[in-house]
């Protein structure tokens, strides 16, 4: 079975600032996709960027972006220039390609951008 | 285009009671999905239907939990004799099946606090 790990509960950082969100799975699939989705207080899952495993190059998308390792199992998300509404929780994500698309999540980040 | 809605946002009710949760996905989306956040917790799945096929309950967490899909589209999940522990936010998810692009795409949830 595969699991996702986010080892920071919480985090804080200025408004402007770099963050980087941490996120490890664990899985035998060779082929798979990891997410990141923001959830903000109105409880909507919001897709932030998609990785699929097969590809080397890290996706990116305005100032998301993240470090995919596959052979470590890390795919972390850094925000650049924070702005006050990425405020929310971060949740990671992966599911395998091909069969049932099941997402296994993460325990999530709270993420605070603070003025 | 109209997002995947949910009804109703809130749900308060006895335990033993029993609940619906509905879910109108995106249009066109033959994927569908419910998930289960607990309070500080991440996504459990519950169930996936896909078209026409056998839905994949797997996640059902006891028999007191059922779900269906009529016409391909709307979906209902229905909570028998709720227990307080079934309190959480309840998810849905719709999405396209199509090669590389399984991004799922989330409705604000239905909130159910079980007193």
């Known amino acids: 079975a595969q699991t996702v790990t986010q080892s920071q509960p919480e985090m804080s950082v200025q408004e402007a600032e770099t963050v980087t969100l941490s996120c490890t799975y664990d899985?035998?699939?060779?082929?798979?996709?990891l997410f990141w989705y923001k959830q903000p207080p109105s409880r909507q899952m919001i897709l932030v960027i998609r990785?699929?495993?097969?590809?080397?190059q890290n996706a990116t998308e305005n100032r998301f972006s993240v470090n995919f390792q596959k052979a470590a199992k890390s795919f972390s998300l850094k925000i650049s220039d924070s702005q006050l509404g990425d405020t929310a929780m971060y949740f990671c994500?992966?599911?395998?390609?091909?069969?049932?698309?099941?997402?296994?999540f993460g325990q999530g980040t709270r993420l605070t951008i603070n003025p | 285009g109209a997002g995947v809605s949910q009804s109703p946002s809130n749900k308060v009710t006895e335990k033993g009671k029993d609940v619906e949760l509905r879910c109108d996905p995106i249009?066109?989306?033959?994927?569908l999905y419910w998930y289960r956040q607990s309070l500080g917790q991440g996504l459990e799945f519950l169930i996936y239907?896909?078209?026409?096929?056998?839905?994949?309950k797997s996640g059902l967490p006891s028999d007191r939990f059922s779900a269906e899909r009529t016409g391909g589209s709307v979906s209902t999940l229905t909570i028998q004799r709720t227990q307080q522990e079934d309190s959480a936010v309840y998810l849905c998810?719709?999405?396209?099946?199509?090669?590389?692009?399984?991004?799922?795409?989330f409705g604000p949830g239905t909130r159910l606090l079980v007193l």
């Open positions: 990785q699929e495993a097969y590809k080397q």
């Open positions: 239907f896909q078209g026409n096929s056998a839905p994949d």
């Open positions: 899985t035998s699939e060779n082929n798979y996709y």
């Open positions: 249009s066109g989306h033959t994927a």
């Open positions: 994500a992966f599911m395998k390609h091909g069969g049932a698309q099941k997402l296994v």
């Open positions: 998810a719709s999405s396209v099946r199509a090669p590389l692009q399984e991004s799922l795409y």
